[in-house]
């Protein structure tokens, strides 16, 4: 039988079914076992999960060495795998602090006749210990401790001297040189080494694991609908947001179907037209691979690729602008790299170019040219800003990413974004589009409030994943700064707007100012003199000046923080 196990204390049941939930939608697991203190489960279970009590087992006296409480004795427990399962020849051991990503069936499919059991070395204690393996996920070999009474010792040693790491330290002791190290994409922790497949995250040593959205995930999907034994057909969605450039369209979509290439069962291309009118007849006949879509109004390139997100399910996905094409083995490239390597979230790596010319490499913090992981982003639930849609509407969707990786990495996760140094996609760029010029109303009323809001979506993503609001502090700065440029900008050359962009400012303040000022009143003081160096710096080379925005400014300048009497806080 292929068989799992969990232990823990009542506080940490709910850990337990989230953990075994991501274990039953990635294995073909038939049998989880939960190891608990009490008669009483109070969270419904599917079928393949049977709890048993174990508070009477006597195999670890409270008076040993290495007994501090009962989730330790749920711990030393593991040595006592061969009597609490008879009946099993070998069984998974898993801490309630991991998820399963993708699938581990071949796990109980490892030839273990000459091993006691398999798992994943510790990086810093193999390095001055010799082989040292962590307990987090392991694989124990049931028939063969038996024969060989290796359990009879585990337990003597355990009750007989104490262990730094507990039962850990006990394992290794006394099993090395007969285990089976596995890849870290089984264990990947802090302690491990980098991993190529992150099959199962173990968040070792953090233990605030509600910061973590794939615990909420898990909590929150229904046992009815966990799919078992889910399979990882690794596939990527190509999303082509396009509006009435058919031209641009057949170059962007013929960089895709291109001759020789044989992967076409690896790749879905996704074209979402922003309700454009046009008849896209010949493209659909001509390109038969595509999924076209034709939203029933313009909504603007943000939410078109939404809406590709939305009606897609390939494992990664990435967008291309019309006109923008792959680079002739551009998506060999990018398909081998999220075959070999599924732990990577993101992948960057652009030309960008006009009609005539590449203009320069370069990556900036937009979606172009880069591919993401599905998982990650539903996890986190990262978004287009249907509010913010047509103007700089990537900057909310990838500086959300950013942040959030930027966070994982300093908990201690590896790297979480890869670039890829040799051109993969070409991004053009139209000077004359109605997003890259200053075109009178679509500027004041769409452009420059984009900027703004999309900023703010990116900051609420972030706040929502319960980063830290000190890592925002940057994200504050520049969207405080885009405000006040914008604000004078549009105060200057089209007052009749002033009103609506006034408010928007307000907002912002009446929702993050006091929280903002608290944390970090000096660099706030220091956002704010640089933002009126800004402003200053652009209104003395005109020749008109509004006399109320030259007030405002005098007033501003003696404020040792924030004017304050220019926004409702009277809450």
């Known amino acids: 039988m292929k068989a799992a196990v969990y232990s ?59 007994y501090d409480n009962i989730l330790t004795y749920m711990v030393l427990l593991r040595a006592a795998y061969t009597k609490i399962f008879p009946q099993l020849d070998k069984i998974l051991s898993i801490d309630i602090d991991t998820i399963v990503n ?41 028939q063969k401790m038996r024969e060989d009474k290796k359990d009879e010792e585990l337990i003597n040693a355990i009750n007989t001297y104490w262990y730094r790491y507990k039962e850990q330290d006990c394992f290794n002791e006394l ?27 173990h968040f070792a040593g953090l233990y605030k694991l ?27 969605d190509i999303i082509i947001p396009t509006y009435k450039n058919k031209k641009g369209l057949r170059k962007t979509l013929n960089s895709i179907f291109i001759k020789n290439f044989k992967n076409y069962n690896q790749i879905n291309v996704i ?55 792959f680079y002739e083995n551009g998506i060999n490239v990018i398909l081998n790299q999220i075959q070999q390597n599924t732990y990577i979230k993101m992948y960057d790596w652009s030309y960008v170019y006009d009609d005539k010319n590449i203009l320069v490499d370069y990556k900036d913090d937009k ?89 703010l979506h990116a900051i609420n993503i972030a706040r929502q994943n319960k980063v830290k ?18 604000f004078i900008t549009i105060a200057y050359e089209r007052p009749e707007l002033l009103e609506d962009e006034w408010n928007l400012i307000q907002n912002f303040y009446f929702n993050h100012y ?17 933002c009126i160096i800004q402003m200053k710096g652009r209104l003395s080379n005109s020749t008109k000046i509004n006399a109320n925005i030259t007030k405002f400014l005098q007033e501003l300048e003696k404020e040792k923080i924030v004017p304050i009497k220019y926004y409702r806080l009277n809450d």
């Open 469 to 486: 609001i000190e890592n925002l502090i940057e994200e504050y700065n520049h969207i405080l700064a885009q405000e006040y440029f914008f």
């Open 210 to 236: 509600d910061k973590f959205p794939h615990f909420n995930y898990y909590k929150n999907l229904p046992i009815e609908k966990i799919q078992r034994n889910k399979q990882d057909n690794i596939t990527l």
């Open 271 to 325: 074209v979402v037209d922003d309700h454009s009118e046009l008849d896209y007849t010949d493209i659909i006949n001509e390109y038969p691979l595509i999924q076209f879509h034709q939203l029933k109004e313009n909504q603007g390139p943000g939410m078109a690729r939404q809406f590709g997100i939305e009606h897609s399910n390939g494992t990664y996905f990435t967008f291309l602008d019309t006109e923008d094409y």
């Open 367 to 455: 979606t172009i040219g880069t591919v993401y992981k599905r998982s990650f982003i539903e996890m986190y639930n990262i978004h287009f800003n249907k509010e913010g849609s047509y103007a700089n509407e990537d900057y909310g969707f990838s500086r959300a990413c950013r942040i959030i990786l930027n966070q994982l990495e300093e908990y201690g996760f590896w790297p979480m974004i890869k670039l890829i140094k040799i051109p993969v996609f070409y991004e053009h760029i139209n000077k004359n589009s109605i997003t890259k010029k200053n075109n009178n109303d679509f500027f004041y009323t769409k452009l420059s409030k984009g900027i703004i809001i999309n900023g």
């Open 175 to 201: 099993l090395r040189g007969q285990v089976l190290i596995l890849p870290p994409d089984y264990n990947c922790c802090i302690q491990a080494n980098e991993p190529a497949h992150e099959k199962i995250t």
């Open 102 to 142: 993708e699938n581990i069936s071949d796990l109980w499919e490892i030839d273990l006749s000459n091993y006691y059991l398999a798992a994943v070395e510790e990086r810093v204690l193999s390095e001055k210990e010799g082989s040292y393996f962590n307990m987090g996920v392991v694989m124990l070999n049931l």
């Open 514 to 530: 006091r929280q903002y000022m608290k944390i970090a009143p000096q660099t706030l003081s220091l956002c704010y003199h640089n």
């Open 8 to 66: 823990g204390t009542r506080n940490i049941y709910e850990n337990m079914l989230i953990s075994a939930k991501s274990l039953l939608e990635h294995s073909n697991v038939e049998k989880i076992y939960f190891l608990i203190e009490d008669d009483n489960f109070s969270y419904p279970l599917p079928k393949e999960i049977e709890c048993i009590n174990i508070s009477n087992q006597k195999y670890f006296p409270k008076t040993g060495p290495n």
